[in-house]
């Protein structure tokens, strides 16, 4: 089975804090992304990217930053955490083409206080 | 424009009656593909179906089919036989070929809940 493993569940942190959220994938998936997702706004793509060292910005980059440094770790970096980044946090990954599955971790509930 | 769109914020069905999640998206590309996924109120994102623009036949997964009409842009979940572990958020996504990195776009969801 694929697993998508995110190093933290439930995380409070205070505003100004670097916020790091760890994704490791067992499949050897190309695709890893990042979402966020907000009651009324549905799941928004923050970060993809499609090899080692290569990232492209999704929807709403503004605020974070990411790190792929080996093929199976995708990690989500808030440099000043602010109240307005408190969200739910997926992480997800896939085979490159439209007709493979992405594949989600549990979550990353991050509360910014 | 929004690329997904489910109308449906919320629906009640009994148990064990059949329920259909409306879904109906936007796009230019002819190759693309459409999913289904679950999210209970854990959280995590279960994938239950896909269906390609080029899969002729309806797809099916157990309890799962996809009512596939290309020219209504639609594609439907029909979830037969409601179970009360059926209760939860369902999101239709779609990934476009032309679309970098192929990612997924998202619909706003639709929350279930299934009575027993």
């Known amino acids: 089975d694929v697993k998508v493993t995110q190093s933290s569940r439930y995380l409070v942190k205070r505003t100004g804090e670097k916020v790091f959220l760890e994704c490791v994938q067992d499949?050897?998936?190309?695709?890893m992304f990042w979402y966020r997702q907000d009651p009324g706004l549905g799941l928004r793509l923050i970060y993809f990217s499609y090899d080692v060292k290569m990232k492209e910005k999704g929807d709403i980059p503004e605020g974070y930053s990411v790190s792929r440094e080996k093929k199976e770790r995708f990690s989500l970096i808030l440099e000043s955490a602010s109240t307005n980044q408190t969200s739910m946090y997926l992480c997800?990954?896939?085979?490159?083409?439209?007709?493979?599955?992405?594949?989600f971790g549990e979550g990353s509930w991050l509360t910014v206080v | 424009a929004q690329k997904i769109t489910q109308t449906q914020p919320g629906m009640f069905v009994q148990e064990k009656e059949a329920v259909t999640l409306d879904c109906t998206y936007d796009?230019?590309?002819?190759?693309?593909?459409l999913f289904w996924y679950k999210q209970p109120s854990s959280g995590e994102m279960i994938f239950l179906i896909y269906?390609?623009?080029?899969?002729?036949q309806n797809a099916t997964e157990g309890r799962y089919s996809l009512n596939f009409q290309k020219a209504r842009k639609s594609a439907n979940l029909v979830i037969s036989a409601s179970q009360l572990g059926d209760s939860a958020m369902y999101f239709c996504?779609?990934?476009?070929?032309?679309?970098?990195?192929?990612?997924?776009?998202f619909g706003g969801g639709t929350r279930l809940m299934v009575k027993p």
């Open positions: 796009t230019s590309d002819q190759s693309y593909g």
């Open positions: 499949m050897d998936h190309e695709n």
């Open positions: 996504a779609m990934r476009e070929f032309n679309n970098a990195g192929n990612m997924l776009t």
């Open positions: 997800a990954s896939s085979q490159q083409g439209i007709g493979n599955t992405i594949y």
């Open positions: 269906q390609g623009s080029y899969d002729e």
